[in-house]
């Protein structure tokens, strides 16, 4: 059975930096995109950065030059390192696998980490 596992999350004051790791257990971790998402209470699900096997990025217009994404497969992790935070970025944080292959698309979720950026 597939496993997404975050960890990292935590309380910050406005300003401070987090690192979110997510380690998972795919044999073919390489293979998959990885992204990070965010949902706040009340609000739906919004993408915040994303990583494709070749290590090219992406991120939400809100979080660049704020937030990294970076991948080690041989650990089998994807991290989100979060600096300048601001409390709208208070959010359950999750992370996403996905490949396609072909006709058929493999998603994968974690359980969330809460970030919450609070004085």
């Known amino acids: 059975q597939v496993q997404l596992e975050e960890s990292g999350g935590g309380l910050v004051q406005p300003g401070g930096s987090l690192r979110l790791s997510c380690a998972a257990s795919?044999?073919?971790?390489?293979?998959?995109?990885m992204s990070w998402y965010r949902q706040a209470p009340g609000k739906e699900r919004e993408l915040v950065a994303t990583?494709?096997?070749?290590?090219?990025?992406n991120y939400a217009e809100s979080m660049k030059g704020r937030f990294t994404i970076s991948r080690d497969n041989a650990k089998n992790t994807v991290y989100l390192q979060m600096n300048s935070l601001k409390p709208e970025d208070t959010a359950v944080y999750y992370c996403?696998?996905?490949?396609?292959?072909?006709?058929?698309?493999?998603?994968?979720w974690g359980q969330g980490t809460q970030v919450t950026v609070s004085s």
């Open positions: 990583i494709t096997s070749a290590g090219n990025t």
């Open positions: 996403n696998a996905r490949r396609v292959t072909g006709r058929d698309t493999y998603t994968y």
């Open positions: 795919l044999s073919t971790f390489s293979s998959y995109v």
